[in-house]
């Protein structure tokens, strides 16, 4: 098993920045994909950002390209997302999970979620 407890939102005004985190504790956090994801009230769970289970790879969606990073340091069993350049359009309660296997954008395919952190963003 893997938990994982999410950190760091917040309310921010547009074009501000947010860093969450995500730590894992459990069996073999350092050997799994990473994703973030993001939903908002009335709309499905989407994608944000994963990362694969050393760093090397990376797939963001279109909507954060250029604004959101992500990073993992496994040594502390952490992944972050960096959040740039903020858009009210980012408000939303942002989840971290965790698969075994390749990088996926689909969320039913990953195995283990944390509880989700919120974050809003005012104009």
């Known amino acids: 098993q893997v938990q994982l407890v999410e950190s760091g939102g917040g309310l921010v005004q547009a074009g501000g920045s947010l860093r969450l985190s995500c730590s894992a504790s459990?069996?073999?956090?350092?050997?799994?994909?990473m994703g973030w994801f993001r939903q908002a009230p009335g709309k499905e769970r989407e994608f944000v950002v994963g990362?694969?289970?050393?760093?090397?790879?990376?797939r963001t969606a279109d909507s954060v390209k250029g604004r959101f990073t992500i990073s993992r340091d496994n040594a502390k069993n952490t992944v972050y997302l960096q959040m740039n350049s903020l858009k009210p359009e980012d408000t939303a309660v942002y989840y971290c999970?965790?698969?075994?296997?390749?990088?996926?954008?689909?969320?039913?395919?990953?195995?283990?979620w944390g509880q989700g952190t919120q974050v809003t963003v005012s104009s």
């Open positions: 999970a965790v698969r075994t296997g390749p990088l996926t954008l689909n969320w039913e395919q990953y195995d283990y």
């Open positions: 990362i694969s289970w050393n760093g090397g790879f990376t």
């Open positions: 459990g069996r073999t956090f350092s050997s799994n994909v």
